[in-house]
Nanobody, 129 residues
Framework: QVQLVESGGGLVQAGGSLRLSCAAS????????MGWFRQAPGKESEFVARIRWSGGITYSADYTDSVKGRFTISRDNAKNTIYLEMNSLKPEDTAVYYC???????????????????WGQGTQVTVSS
């Protein structure tokens, strides 16, 4: 069983920064695809970013267009943790952010929430204008 625990959310003014963390336990992800999704009130869940790696090599990272150039996803194998560095935050980034892990690669993009098997409890990010 895999547990994912997010942290780092909070309230920030527009233009500010936050770093979200997702610590995984129950399994060591030496090779994996993990991602971040978000859900704003009254809206559907939205893909934000994902990272894929094997051993010590990060193969690829992908971002939804609205966060490209502002958000960076990264991972620390030693800590079994992935991060989402969020800069130049906008009010429209306000949402609950969820970390997710996939047990296998089912597509080239891995942007669909149904492709992920494990989910964290979510962390609230609120950006004030």
């Amino acid at each position: 069983q895999v547990q994912l625990v997010e942290s780092g959310g909070g309230l920030v003014q527009a233009g500010g920064s936050l770093r979200l963390s997702c610590a995984a336990s129950g399994r060591t992800f030496s090779s994996a695809n993990m991602g971040w999704f978000r859900q704003a009130p009254g809206k559907e869940s939205e893909f934000v970013a994902r990272i894929r790696w094997s051993g010590g090599i990060t193969y690829s990272a992908d971002y939804t267009d609205s966060v490209k150039g502002r958000f960076t996803i990264s991972r620390d194998n030693a800590k079994n943790t992935i991060y989402l560095e969020m800069n130049s935050l906008k009010p429209e980034d306000t949402a609950v952010y969820y970390c997710a892990a996939a047990s296998r690669i089912t597509s080239a993009t891995m942007r669909r929430s149904v492709e992920y098997d494990y989910w964290g409890q979510g962390t609230q990010v609120t950006v004030s204008s």
